[in-house]
């Protein structure tokens, strides 16, 4: 089977925005975090200078260039056709980065064969994402770190909006599961800088529905916008790994769904619309 098969799978989850507007999506990319400070916690808790860093879910490949400037090796991994040929244009004067289909259940690469995994707005959004979190396990090497990087919907005005647009999605739940999976979580502050209100209309559209979207922009004045971000780390330990306990998560979460279903969970919680 190749990587374009496997793509192509059950398990992929679409994203709403970048599949369908990957031109607004680089500008909301450029819009991001400008001071850099995800980059610097991710940095700070994982260092992959001369290490091998596999990006999953890397969409047009924004992020690969970054990672391949220390990096011994980058990889991207995408489900999206029209996204893996953007990626692959993005780094193709890359000597040590490479771009293929696949998804984060079935990553065509080695076992114990990456450092870090980084996963930025895909697929890891709480319950649900187990399986992708095995295989992330297979992936890393012992030592190596999963780095599950999302939106922090506690904080506000974006993470008001974001619960406006999905009244089912449960910050807390979300942080339990990650916390129960063996996860540290640290939050990060940041603001996104627009070049003009037609950018950030433009972005505000891709991601919330037309009425939030239009609230989000009658309350803001400007062309910034502060944002919170979550850094998740699990790191593949050294030697045997022990099964994580579940009794977290079933406290925190399963009481609105099947236990023996985390896509039934995850479907419930609204995650399968986030990216």
């Known amino acids: ?14 994203s709403p925005n970048i599949w369908h507007w990957p031109g607004v999506y680089e500008e909301e990319n450029r819009a991001q975090d400008t001071r850099g400070a995800v980059y610097a916690a991710l940095r700070e808790a994982v260092d992959w200078a001369g290490r ?3 990006d999953v879910g890397c969409g047009s490949g924004f992020h690969l260039p970054m990672f391949a400037r220390t990096a011994r090796s980058v990889t991207g991994i995408e489900p999206h056709p029209p996204l893996v040929a953007l990626a692959r ?3 193709e004067h890359l000597d040590t980065a490479t771009v293929t289909a696949g998804s984060a259940t079935d990553m065509p690469l080695p076992d114990a064969s990456a450092d870090l995994i980084h996963a930025r707005t895909a697929y890891f959004f709480g319950p649900g994402c187990g399986a992708g979190i095995t295989e992330a396990m297979r992936v890393l090497r012992p030592g190596g770190a999963l780095a599950v990087i999302d939106l922090d919907a506690t904080a506000h005005p974006y993470g008001e909006w974001m619960r406006t647009d999905l009244p089912h999605y449960e910050p807390r739940t979300v942080e339990a599961f990650f916390a129960a999976q ?4 640290r939050r990060i502050d940041t603001e996104w800088a627009f070049p003009d ?14 009425r939030v979207a239009a609230r989000a922009m009658r309350e803001t004045p ?13 790191r593949r330990p050294h030697g045997v790994e022990l099964p994580q306990p579940s009794a977290s998560l079933r406290a925190a979460s399963v009481r609105t769904a099947n236990p023996e279903d985390p896509g039934e969970l995850g479907d419930l919680l609204g995650l399968r619309q986030l990216r």
């Open 197 to 210: 209100r037609d950018t950030l209309e433009r972005v505000l559209g891709i991601e919330f529905a037309p």
């Open 222 to 234: 400007g062309t910034t916008l502060t944002v919170r971000y979550r850094l998740h780390i699990r």
């Open 89 to 91: 244009r993005r780094i």
């Open 1 to 14: 089977m190749t990587g374009e098969d496997r793509a192509q799978g059950r398990d992929v989850i679409a």
């Open 52 to 54: 091998d860093v596999v």
């Open 182 to 185: 063996g996860f540290d979580l």
